[in-house]
């Protein structure tokens, strides 16, 4: 039996989208042996919003809306064409 890692980049904050720290990110995690590449979920964050965040005690996201955040599908398109066998992923 194998071990299989995926592994899902802080995809947000300065440089998030920067495409030469994704293409180095995208291609050592290949490198490392990593099965898969994921991508997150969020395209915005609101300023303000009243449900509490349930993984992190201050109810809050780490994520701001200042953040670069760039667009999942976009960001997975991207990892695609600097990998040549990562699973590519996006949770729902």
């Known amino acids: 039996m194998g071990f299989k890692l995926g592994v899902m980049p802080v995809l947000g904050g300065r440089g998030a989208a920067d495409p030469g720290v994704t293409a180095a990110?995208?291609?050592?995690?290949e490198e490392l042996g990593c099965e898969s590449v994921w991508a997150v979920e969020h395209l915005?964050?609101?300023?303000?919003?009243?449900?509490?965040?349930?993984?992190?005690?201050?109810?809050?996201?780490?994520?701001?809306?200042a953040d670069d955040i760039p667009d999942p599908l976009e960001w997975l398109t991207f990892a695609a064409a600097h990998s040549s066998r990562l699973v590519l992923g996006r949770p729902c």
């Open 25 to 29: 990110f995208v291609r050592r995690i």
């Open 44 to 65: 915005v964050v609101p300023d303000t919003y009243r449900s509490g965040y349930p993984y992190d005690p201050s109810g809050r996201m780490g994520l701001g809306p």
